[in-house]
């Protein structure tokens, strides 16, 4: 399935279903950057930024209340706490912290938080079927309107829209599904793949039309998503960062290192299942696994009752 990622930026280079060899390509709809005007122009930009900033430091500090998945046992709640407590050093702003572990629960406070209005400022979430809903109301906030303003913002995706300016992706990248695109790479038809994950930061629309928080809800994702910041988060994980952090093996025990061996190794990946599904589909087999597991309920009926609910949508 051709994965859409629109309204969000991506942390470091993480953008889906591409592969690289020759002929020309598209971002797989990364907020349609591979097409984005930037007309705009830097001192366009400088002025919106220099007047959004002025505007809140003559308003005092700024509260932004943030909704992550750094949180509870999350291998990065601590990086997270920690890079929270530099940014709110370097700007005097305040972070009003409501993450919570990614469960299905979670998913659907957040869903309903949007429906009555109650949604955070700034939200690092799924895309997929978890986000749709909130994406097509116009709920958040596009790259393209958001570097309208901020040019620099979510300019680390440049990168790869320099490679497929230079021809370097094949021809039906704008077409080609995550199946076709793993089956050139095994075929030795392309060099290699730019895979990411299937969550990022959204700016809510609430946020970006209010002039006391918009600067500063720009300034918190562009921190965490920033050069410095992203290594950290990717410590731990597979990373085609060009900035990825060295990893002292004897940090790790045994088990780890041979995750790391493993995905080193990779030559394919496959998509989570659960992003192509809305949130009832999963009931069954999420929330219904207590009953799977212990005999209650046939996983085969667990299935077929998340398939039926898929289907009658």
């Known amino acids: 399935m051709k994965k859409k990622i629109i309204s969000m930026l991506l942390a470091g280079t993480m953008v889906l279903s591409m592969t690289a060899c020759g002929g020309q390509a598209d971002t797989a709809q990364t907020g349609s950057d591979a097409g984005a005007d930037t007309s705009a122009g830097a001192d366009a930009g400088t002025e919106s930024q220099t007047a959004d900033a002025g505007a809140a430091e003559q308003a005092g500090s700024v509260e932004l209340v943030v909704t ?125 793949l730019i895979g990411g994950i299937s969550s990022g930061y959204f700016i809510t629309r609430k946020t970006w039309d209010d002039p006391a928080k918009r600067a500063a809800a720009v300034s918190f994702v562009e921190f965490m998503t920033s050069d410095e910041m992203v290594p950290k988060f990717a410590q731990h994980g597979a990373s085609a960062l060009k900035d990825a952090p060295e990893v002292d093996s004897s940090e790790f025990n045994s088990l780890q290192i041979k995750s790391m061996e493993m995905m080193s190794g990779a030559t394919s990946l496959t998509g989570a299942v659960q992003d192509a599904f809305a949130g009832d589909c999963r009931v069954s087999t999420f929330d219904g696994m207590p009953e799977i597991v212990t005999g209650r309920v046939a996983a085969e009926d667990a299935v077929a009752e998340g398939l039926e609910t898929y289907h009658n949508q």
């Open 68 to 192: 992550t998945t750094f949180a509870g046992e999350d291998t990065n709640a601590q990086n997270y706490k920690d890079a929270v407590k530099a940014w709110e050093a370097e700007t005097g702003n305040t972070i009003v912290d409501t993450s919570a572990s990614a469960d299905e629960t979670f998913k659907a406070r957040v869903a309903t938080d949007f429906e009555t209005g109650s949604e955070p400022d700034v939200l690092f979430f799924f895309n997929g079927a978890d986000s749709n809903s909130f994406i097509e109301a116009g709920k958040v906030v596009p790259i393209d309107e958001i570097r309208a303003e901020y040019p620099e913002y979510a300019a680390n995706m440049n990168d790869i829209k320099e490679l497929y300016e230079l021809g370097y992706f094949p021809e039906n990248t704008l077409s080609a599904t995550d199946d076709e695109t793993f089956a050139m790479f095994t075929d030795g038809k392309a060099a290699f």
